[in-house]
């Protein structure tokens, strides 16, 4: 026995140590730590179980016979973040570059289902080359069963994607599937053709980077929700992010106990937002005035910048805030922020986070480009989210909400729980100089001074139908609130609806717009 023993101490040593030490440094020398280094800042310390340690492939041809280490390049398992269980797999570039192979599929696979019928989060730290070319289709097959399992587990568990170096090919579409994607820059990509197939395809000159880095999946592309310099700080954020999610969805976000009072007033609201629905603000500035010490976790900051979608805590519970941004593009809705905050909203109802809707929109964004993009499917994503949502939801207008987009933003009309408005609020199918145009077309165009009458006519408009209470008036809002108080009314709401309970049409599912 002892000397059994001895032999499984040696064999676990080599597993750990990987492939040489002049790997190791290669890995450092590009500003990338090793699988095992980044478990230890994911995870609590020792608290990770390392599953599959052993395993290594069977495949032969390529001279893959003769090179067989432990592991097979993933390192899978579970441990525990703040406490809770989390399952984790992590690519080691160091063994054939991270490529996956029918036994790392394997690995990745049980792992996966473990942390399904666990019903915990799964973290995965993705570095790796693609699919295992000396293996051919069973490398294939293996990309084939991880789908079918994110796929499986979306809604159930959450699934945390983070991007450490290249994914290429299809092995992106795992982190496309997955609820939120982490990205460092200058040593993450992302890519289903890289560089080399663009130029010769198209002639196109890009780098790696310009093609699929961390600022573009951020900024232009969307995939990337959060982005970071450097992997210490990313995977500090990743298990901040799991601090605000849920184990799963039989499950409610974990609260925290909170100094902040629920009662403490906002009075710099009313001077952050202004009266004139001409004026832009930061709603990050009124969201930070509300929640809990301020502090937030925006989802998709730099992209879709017209409109906010943010995890944050009333009272030490965790909250999903949607909030028009009115420093952007007026804080219309278009293509990209209806689909940005529709992922939001179903993410947020599948693992039973509150929704709060902060309104300031002056409706959707004209324009060909919109309509022949088909802003009316992508508006529609969002419509669907919201009607289909079944957490509490709590909707405040700040100022302007007008036509379509005001129903979108979680109406009364469309499901919203309790509606509130400030008395800065415009509730109404168009602005009141494009109403007024319209309504009253012939009378203007035939005044002796039609600017006159025009002025004469949208202070009529305004005066008759967007006064602050004229949605109060007609049941459309619950109440008209004090800025000041609105901390206190969101607080004392979401308390109220905690115990709601709703239940959807019996279906297999919806078939939402595309």
Known sequence: MTERLAE???????????????????????????????????????????????RRHRATGFGLEANRPYTDGVVTGWGTVDGRTVFVYAHDFRIFGGALGEAHATKI??????????????????DGAGARIQEGVSALAGYGGIFQRNTRASGVIPQISVMLGPCAGGAAYSPALTDFVFMVRETSQMFITGPDVVRAVT???ITQNGLGGADVHAGTSGVAHFTYDDEET?????????????????ENPPSVPCEDPADRAGDALAALVPADGNRPYDMRQVIEE????????EVHERWARNIICTLARLDGQVVG??????????????IEASEKAARFVQMCDAFNIPIVTLLDVPGFLPGVDQEHGGIIRHGAKLLYAYCNATVPRI????????????????????????????????????GAEGAANVIFRKQIAGADDPEAMRARMVKEYKSELMHPYYAAERGLIDDVIDPAGTREVLISSLAMLRTKHADLPSRKHGNPPQ
């Open 321 to 334: 805030i949607v909030a028009n941004q009115p420093q952007f593009l007026a804080g219309v809705l278009d």
């Open 8 to 54: 499984l101490s040696a064999l676990r040593e080599q597993a750990v140590r990987g492939p040489s030490e002049r790997a190791t440094e290669a890995q450092h020398a590009k500003g990338k730590l090793t699988a095992r280094e980044r478990i230890e800042l994911l995870l609590d310390p020792g608290s990770f179980t390392e599953v599959e340690q052993l």
């Open 290 to 297: 509300i929640v809990d010490d301020g502090d937030h976790m």
């Open 109 to 126: 696979h049980k792992i996966m289902d473990l942390a399904l019928a666990a019903g915990a989060p799964l973290v995965s730290l993705n």
């Open 395 to 430: 909707s405040l207008i700040l100022r302007k909400a007008y036509g379509g987009a005001y129903i979108v933003m979680d109406s009364q009309s469309i499901g919203a729980d309790l509606t509130y408005a400030w008395p800065t609020n415009e509730i109404a199918v168009m």
């Open 234 to 250: 990313c995977l500090s954020e990743v298990r901040y992010l799991l601090s605000m999610l849920p184990s799963n969805n039989r």
């Open 203 to 205: 002639g196109e000159e």
